[in-house]
């Protein structure tokens, strides 16, 4: 299907995507831990536990200034060299986490320096997955649905492998564990740096014609409807990333009070599997189908599902429900999350592609998974309905999905203009 040039380009941008949400994953499966470890000297639960999800938000928070900030530089000076640099920076970040003395060695500094590491995770992040989608994007012949579709089951892979990794190392290590999964991550970040050094540059990037560059404010300027339509579809992806992923582990310890951690992974770890497999199918039927066609189902199905779907769960509260119900969401859920990748990219010619994929990609990021987490934490606080902050926060992302991916039809159609290829939208 893909010749051996191609594969490799997928392997390997896709071995940051995997690192990229393991390391997310874990900080929220070990956040107990973790904020036993390093707010030792807080003794309110509720700030101690409002301070471990701020420390999450802030990773996300300061995306949109890494992103930008990489991206231009990715558009001075090649896709290649800036995923060396950001798998480098992240698997560095990991390894001094987790050996990093906690308050009761060091103190205040020990808290600080804390969150320091996890706010350079989050410049390498701003850079990484970015970089992939674009480097998969300008490399790969034929078939560009499905390769943009299987870079993102290797995200879905990092949702896995963080699980069955989390659950294995609370049973070994106990209250070490933590440290011992960002070790890992740690180690497979340097291992897929020497990996990753065989990667090529894109034809794209290196035809590039230098006296025609577009500046940063004429990517603003010229390409703001583009760069608005970027955010609004990853607005929806977003809500997959962080709510459907990640804050769903919240969701669940709040309905089923007496199950830990490692327990709650389980529950949840047939969803993820289903969105991995379902991501991979849907991406090869979106070269037959038509790429936009399925982002659009899978956002108007995410606008009239997720209210019932996590009502049931709430409502009902019980493994099944939890397991049913969150699979549901992700059938829904896989078909933006195939998609979205070529949409995205497609939005901006090569000199500025990377900066508008990263501008969009982390601002949007940025917006719900430094918000939306404590917006519906808020909302169920005053209305006491553990489904409704959430399910209100899919509904608010499934029309931005939509509103972003019409705008697309507009503005989009690079990859046909410069590699004269047909792709069915």
Known sequence: MYDKSSRNVIFLAGIGAVLEFYDFVLYIIFSKEISATFFAQISN??????????????????RPFAGTVLGIVGDLIGRRRLLLFTILLMGTCSICMGLMPGYAQWGLFASFAFVVLRVMQGIALGGELPGAYVIVYESVKGKIGFATAILFTFVTCGFLFSDFVGFALEYFFGEYAWRAGF??????????????RNLHE????????????????????????????????VVIVAFGGVMLTLYIHKFVENILPNYNSGQISLLLTPSVLTLTCFTFIYGFLSDKIGIAKMFITGAALIVVCVLPIFYFMSSVATPFAIMTGSIAIMLCYALVAATFVFLLCDLFPTDVRLSGVGISYNLA?????????????????????????????????????????????????????????????
């Open 202 to 233: 894109t034809p794209e990037f290196e035809n590039i014609d230098q006296q025609k560059r577009h500046s940063f404010g004429s990517l603003i300027s010229t390409y703001g409807p583009n760069l608005f339509a970027g955010i609004c579809m």
């Open 45 to 62: 639960p509720t700030i101690k536990a409002f301070l471990t999800v701020l420390i999450f938000s802030i990773a996300y928070l300061v």
């Open 365 to 425: 990021f940025a917006m719900v998974g430094g918000v939306a987490p404590l917006v519906s934490t808020t909302i169920i606080t005053m209305t006491e309905y553990n489904f409704l902050g959430p399910a209100l926060v899919g509904i608010v992302c499934g029309c931005f999905g939509l509103i972003g991916v019409f705008t697309y039809f507009k503005k989009g159609g690079y990859y046909k203009n410069n590699k004269d290829m047909i792709v069915k939208l």
């Open 183 to 196: 070790l890992i991550g740690g180690l497979l970040g340097l291992l897929g740096y020497a990996v990753r």
